[in-house]
């Protein structure tokens, strides 16, 4: 007999709009759709058109209104601001959300508005997202470390009437302020908003002066809580940014009706959260599972999420997750495995994790990069529950692939994120044919279409883009640019990107945007950036310079200056940290630059004389500067 993940499976395949209504059954509408799935504009599949809701509603009014308003929706807890701790009921986070959602109103938003988030990890960034959803306006967030330019470029592309943001920052013990990367993006960018609402932290109480800052907390105080405004379930909720292969950011666009639906499904179906349980997802609001899993899935369905300022090994010490699952009674936790990483390396003999009752704790989730074995077996071994690896991207809003711990739960294979979350119609593709290939065949890896509700609608303002990144290079399907291959027990691994996209500490990274920042230098000729591997935060960027004839500068001058421009331009987050001074980079005769082998010769794996190399010679040079820092010492074969 069919267990319960194979029959969703299977009817998900079989009959996705019956799989999905019912799903919908989840949700309030104000307004039935006409359709569950739209498939009259492919490849712009629709889910639940002329449906209606809010979002914000579903979250919080709804569950007030079922008698769930003293239950506790949100947890803060900031071990960087000296322990800070505080709790909203969803009758308090509604309260507060309503009377923001009043201030964005007072300052002319309203439903189909950009609201542009640059906040760190306080309950205000929550209450930022969801009082725009409430006013049906659309929020894109902007991660805390991101540069002035970065920002910028998001302020241009999503054209923001008002900016939410606050004072400051705090990274460990740091407190960094955000007015001025602020200041310097609105400085940079075409369009300006009309107004920035501004929340003064303690920590940073400095004056907000220039023109079009307002000062958030009072700007509440006056306003009036505003009702929510039912959507469309097709227009959006938000778009998020996202590495592409170029310096130039994707728009990810994400609906309201079809994000609603999918999340709340997921939560008792893939993370066996029950409504009144505690989960945590210890990641950053401005990524997508901060979105998906702080702030938006446990509040559709009724559980309490914890939200998290600080990180795993250093706040003050390894033991700050254990203490925060053992406080608040967390039942499931999700992040990332370089964060279990950074807390084996500090304390290999969980030391810290005896001293903690995790009697309440169930299950470890872990995304954002592949978990190696050695991590996975040490989490299991230590917490003594299962660990479970799941893939997703930013595009998709969700797990595409998981062990669904509320349906059924399946055997962990270490390198693997088991199998397709129901809706998700994964193939192995030949890169040539285009045809399905065998278990065990590495290929890329794409998802036929359509895709299930929640995964990403379009890029915005970029059609043409969305297509020619997504859907054109494998008609009929979206290209994840991931590649791997199933095995014959039908558990997908997740290989590696077909792209340039590097993935350092979970955060997912273009190296050709990196290139861009390094080209611009006046002394550099020609540059490269590869991923190497790193043991803590899995991938590093590692910069190769080729100088302009005549430059006398020493290298290592020119090294410092674009390790500070990087950061300068994309951010710390970056992580850009090495680079070396090369005489030529080695190409093909046809001139593309041969990253892959450069890489391999860092992460000292076995390489291939690339036929096509048009100067064998220039490898030996890569080697001896890769070797000068600490890589390398690669065998060829
Ligand atoms: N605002 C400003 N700066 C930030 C920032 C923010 N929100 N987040 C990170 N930074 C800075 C850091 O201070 C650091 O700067 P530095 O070079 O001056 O030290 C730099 O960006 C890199 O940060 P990070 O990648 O977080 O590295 P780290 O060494 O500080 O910490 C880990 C390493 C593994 C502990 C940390 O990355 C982590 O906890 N990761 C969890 C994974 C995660 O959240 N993934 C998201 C997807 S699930
Ligand atoms: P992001 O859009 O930031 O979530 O990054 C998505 C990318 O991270 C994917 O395309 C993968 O390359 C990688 N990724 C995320 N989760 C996993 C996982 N569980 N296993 C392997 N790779 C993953």
Not at 121 to 145: D, K, N, Q, T, Y
Not at 264 to 280: A, C, E, L, R, T
Not at 498 to 505: E, F, G, K, L, R
Not at 582 to 596: A, D, F, H, M, N
Request: proline content about 6%.
């Amino acid at each position: 007999m069919a267990n319960a993940y194979d029959a969703a499976y299977r009817r998900s395949m079989d009959d996705p709009s019956g799989f999905w209504a019912d799903a919908a059954a989840g949700i309030d509408w104000t307004r039935k759709w006409d359709k569950v799935l739209d498939d009259t504009n492919p490849p712009f599949y629709r889910w639940f058109t002329g449906g209606e809701l809010n979002t914000c509603f579903n979250c919080l009014d709804r569950h007030v209104a079922a008698g769930r308003g003293a239950q506790a929706a949100l947890i803060y807890h900031s071990p960087v601001t000296g322990g800070s701790k505080r709790t909203y009921s969803y009758k308090t986070l509604l309260d507060e959300v309503a009377k923001t959602a009043g201030a964005l109103k007072a300052e002319g938003v309203q439903k189909g508005d950009r609201v542009v988030i640059y906040m760190p990890m306080i309950p205000e960034a929550a209450i930022a997202m969801l009082s725009c959803a409430r006013l049906g306006a659309i929020h894109s967030v902007v991660f805390g470390g991101f540069a002035s330019n970065e920002l910028a470029v998001r302020i241009d592309d999503a054209k923001p009437k008002v900016i939410m943001s606050a004072t400051c920052g705090i990274e460990v013990n740091r407190v960094l302020p955000y007015i001025p990367l602020l200041d310097g993006a609105i400085n940079m960018a075409k369009h300006k908003p009309d107004a920035c609402l501004i929340f003064k932290r303690p920590e940073l109480d400095g004056q907000v002066t220039a023109t079009k800052h307002v000062d958030w907390t009072s700007a509440v105080a006056k306003a009036q809580p505003a009702e929510c405004v039912a959507v469309k379930a097709t227009d959006p909720l938000y778009i998020l940014y996202t590495s592409g292969t170029t310096g130039e950011p994707k728009g990810v666009v994400r609906d309201n009706g079809g994000h609603a639906v999918a999340l709340k499904w997921s939560m008792k179906n893939i993370y066996d959260i029950d409504p009144g349980d505690v989960f945590w997802a210890a990641s950053d609001v401005g990524w997508v599972v901060g979105h998906s899993y702080i702030v938006y899935a446990p509040l559709l369905h009724g559980a309490t999420t914890v939200m998290f300022e600080g990180k795993p090994v250093g706040t003050p010490d390894p033991g700050a997750f254990w203490r925060v699952i053992s406080e608040h009674g967390v039942k499931a936790l999700f992040t990332a495995p370089t964060a279990f990483r950074a807390i084996k390396k500090e304390d290999p003999n969980a030391t810290q994790l005896k001293k903690y009752d995790l009697s309440r704790f169930k299950m470890l989730f872990l995304a954002g990069e592949r978990t190696d074995p050695d991590t996975l077996e040490w989490a299991q071994s230590n917490l003594g529950v299962p660990v479970v690896d799941h893939w997703w991207q930013t595009e998709t809003g969700w797990a595409i692939a998981t062990n669904c711990m509320g349906l059924h739960r399946f055997p962990i294979k270490p390198g693997s994120p088991t199998k397709p979350a129901p809706g998700w119609n994964v193939q192995v593709l030949d890169e040539e044919t285009h045809q399905p290939v065998k278990a065990g065949t590495i290929g890329a890896i794409c998802v036929k279409l359509p895709m299930p509700p929640s995964s990403l609608q379009t890029l915005w303002n970029a059609d043409q883009r969305y297509l020619d990144a997504y859907i054109n290079p494998f008609p009929g399907y979206y290209k994840t640019a991931d590649a791997g291959m199933y095995d014959d027990e039908g558990y997908i691994y997740i290989m590696a990107r077909t792209d340039d996209i590097i993935n350092v500490a979970g955060h997912r990274l273009s190296t050709g945007g990196m290139e861009e920042v390094l080209a611009s230098h006046p002394d550099v000729a020609e540059c490269a950036v590869i991923g190497v591997a790193d043991l803590m935060k899995g991938q590093l960027p590692f910069g190769f310079l080729v100088l302009k004839d005549g430059v006398k500068k020493e290298p290592d001058v020119v090294v410092s200056d674009v390790v500070k421009l990087v950061r300068e331009r994309i951010g710390p987050v970056a992580a850009f940290k090495q680079a070396v001074v090369v005489k030529r980079l080695p190409k093909t005769r046809s001139g593309k630059i041969l990253r892959g082998t450069m890489q391999k010769i860092a992460d000292n794996e076995a390489w291939k004389m690339p036929a096509t190399i048009d100067d064998p010679v220039i490898l030996d040079e890569i080697t001896v500067a890769l070797e000068g820092a600490g890589y390398g010492k690669s065998r060829q074969t």
